[in-house]
C-alpha cells in the first residue's frame, strides 16, 4: 500500500527540543519544570535515558499520527522511524503490577506515577508546586481573563484573538494556517456535551494536506500534546479562570511552533 504524503512530510518534523526550545523562547516554561522535576526525582544519572525516551516518543508519535501507544509499543499507522531503544526498553521492563497495565517504559517514571497516584500527599505538594509555576507566568505573559464565564462558547473569543495574531485564519469555528508541503494547521474548539468546560481547555487540534483533509493528524489535546512536548498537560490542569486562559494561550503558540517547524523544514521542498 502506498504511502500518504501527509506521512512523508511529518517525518520532516526535527523532533521535540527544537520545538520546545521555540516554544520557551515564547515564555512558556512549565513544560520544562516538569521535565527538570522528573530529572530530581529519577536522579541525574537517569537524564540521558529520560531525554532519549522522551526524543523517541516524541518522534513516533508525529510520524504515527497519534494513532498508537508507543509504551505498549502498539501502533495503527506504523512510524517510518520505530526506536530501538524503546524496543529495548520494553522487552527488557519488569516492573509491571496491577493495576497499572501500561507503565512508562522508564521505572522511575512510573514510581513517580504511582506515588502520584496513590500518596495524596505527595499528590497535593506536585500540584501546589505547579499552581504557583502556572501563577506566576500566567502574571509575566499577562493572561487577560475579561469575558470568562466558564462556558465553553466563551472560549471562542480567546481563540480568535490568540489564533488572529498568528496569522491564523478564520473559518466560522475553525482557525486555519497553511504551511510549506501543502500542510493545513488547524485550530478548533470542542463546543458539544456539557456547556461548561470542565477541567481543561476545550480545544481540538488537526493537521493535514491541503488535498485530503480527511485523512489528519488529530490532536485531542492532552495525551498527544504530552507526547510532542513531555510536561505540557500541566497546562490542560485547570481550576479557574487564569488557567483555562493562560492553556488556551499555551497550546494555540505551541501548535503554531510546531507549524513554523515544519515550514523551516520544508522551505524548498513542496510538493
Request: hydrophobic residues 40%.
Amino acid at each position: 500500500m502506498e504511502e500518504h504524503p501527509l506521512l512523508r512530510v511529518v517525518a520532516s518534523w526535527p523532533g521535540r527540543r527544537p520545538t520546545e526550545l521555540a516554544f520557551e523562547a515564547l515564555g512558556f516554561t512549565i513544560y520544562k519544570a516538569w521535565q527538570n522535576r522528573i530529572i530530581e526525582f529519577c536522579g541525574e544519572k537517569q537524564s540521558h535515558v529520560l531525554h532519549r525516551y522522551w526524543d523517541d516518543i516524541a518522534l513516533e508519535t508525529m510520524q504515527s499520527l497519534g494513532q498508537g501507544a508507543p509504551d505498549q509499543r502498539a501502533f495503527v499507522i506504523q512510524p517510518r522511524y520505530r526506536s530501538a531503544f524503546l524496543d529495548e526498553l520494553f522487552a527488557a521492563r519488569d516492573f509491571v503490577e496491577p493495576p497499572f497495565r501500561y507503565p512508562p517504559l522508564v521505572k522511575c517514571l512510573f514510581d513517580r506515577f504511582k506515588m502520584i497516584y496513590l500518596d495524596a500527599e505527595f499528590r497535593d505538594s506536585e500540584n501546589a508546586f505547579f499552581r504557583q509555576l502556572k501563577k506566576a507566568e500566567s502574571e509575566r505573559l499577562g493572561i487577560q481573563t475579561m469575558g470568562w464565564s466558564g462556558k465553553k462558547r466563551d472560549v471562542v473569543p480567546f481563540v480568535d484573538k490568540f489564533c488572529t495574531a498568528l496569522a491564523f485564519e478564520r473559518r466560522r469555528n475553525c482557525w486555519r494556517k497553511k504551511v510549506n508541503g501543502g500542510l493545513v494547521f488547524e485550530v478548533g474548539v470542542d463546543l458539544g456535551g456539557k456547556p461548561h468546560c470542565i477541567g481543561k481547555p476545550p480545544l481540538l487540534f488537526r493537521i493535514f494536506r491541503i488535498d485530503d483533509p480527511k485523512y489528519a493528524f488529530f490532536i485531542p489535546l492532552v495525551a498527544v500534546f504530552d507526547r510532542l512536548v513531555p510536561g505540557c498537560d500541566i497546562y490542560a490542569h485547570c481550576r479557574d479562570a487564569s488557567d483555562y486562559v493562560l492553556g488556551i494561550k499555551a497550546y494555540i503558540e505551541l501548535f503554531n511552533v510546531i507549524a513554523g517547524s515544519f515550514e523551516q523544514a520544508l522551505t524548498g521542498n513542496v510538493e
